[in-house]
């Protein structure tokens, strides 16, 4: 079955960075498109970027742009998002989501990476 | 602030029909057939529930519905069920610059 299985939960300090993983499975990973949303506690969802798993290309929100680098690995199907000098309203679950590009949704989705900033 | 406003709660009775709207502007779902609505549960992942405004996942029963008029996209959700108490979130495609935006989340209670 598609699916796809995020890396766990991390704890960083003020400043530091982190890089959540997102392994595919059950389908062809290069047809596709990784978003990355996140969702901060007790708050809505949170657009953070796209990546093609094709050929590489991405769109980051204007808010995450410097701060935020979206690669893929098409030898293992895998995403990852990586988010550089963190602060505490970094706080958050962070899911991806397969998106098949220029469809602009989001149909299968991991089940979240909790990050948590603290010193 | 989201891009999207939606009512932040929602309710009705089990076999009720309710509604939830999505208002955004002519750069957003005004401007592009690409509105979708999410399902979440506490402590879950989102569902896909509606895409391309009214176009249904397979396995999502059709008591839920999606429409759009102008800036406002709408979901419904007919012959309510207990399961489907949760949280939904509307998105669009916002152009090549703001990309994908999300409405603040409505809280539908079946009471």
């Given amino acids: ?119 | 602030q989201s891009a999207l406003t939606q009512p932040p709660s929602a309710s009705g009775s089990p076999g009720q029909s309710v509604t939830i709207s999505c208002t955004g502007t002519s750069s957003d779902v005004g401007g592009y057939n690409y509105v979708s609505w999410y399902q979440q549960h506490p402590g879950k992942a989102p569902k896909l529930m509606i895409y391309e405004v009214s176009k249904r996942p397979s396995g999502v029963p059709d008591r839920f519905s999606g429409s759009k008029s102008g800036n406002t996209a709408s979901l419904t959700v007919s012959g309510l069920q207990a399961e489907d108490d949760a949280d939904y979130y509307c998105s669009s495609y916002a152009g090549s610059n703001n990309n994908v935006v999300f409405g603040g989340g409505t809280k539908l209670t079946v009471l």
């Fill in chain 1, 1 to 119: 079955q598609v699916q796809l299985v995020q890396s766990g939960a991390e704890v960083k300090k003020p400043g530091a960075s982190v890089k959540v993983s997102c392994k595919a499975s059950g389908y062809t990973f290069t047809s596709y498109g990784i978003s990355w949303v996140r969702q901060a506690p007790g708050q809505g969802l949170e657009w953070m970027g796209w990546i093609s798993a094709y050929n590489g290309n991405t769109n980051y929100a204007q808010k995450f742009q410097g701060r935020v680098t979206m690669t893929t690995d098409t030898s293992t199907s895998t995403a990852y998002m990586d988010l550089r000098s963190l602060r505490s309203d970094d706080t958050a679950v962070y899911y991806c989501a397969r998106e098949r590009p220029y469809y602009y949704y989001m149909d299968v989705w991991g089940k979240g990476t909790t990050v948590t900033v603290s010193s």
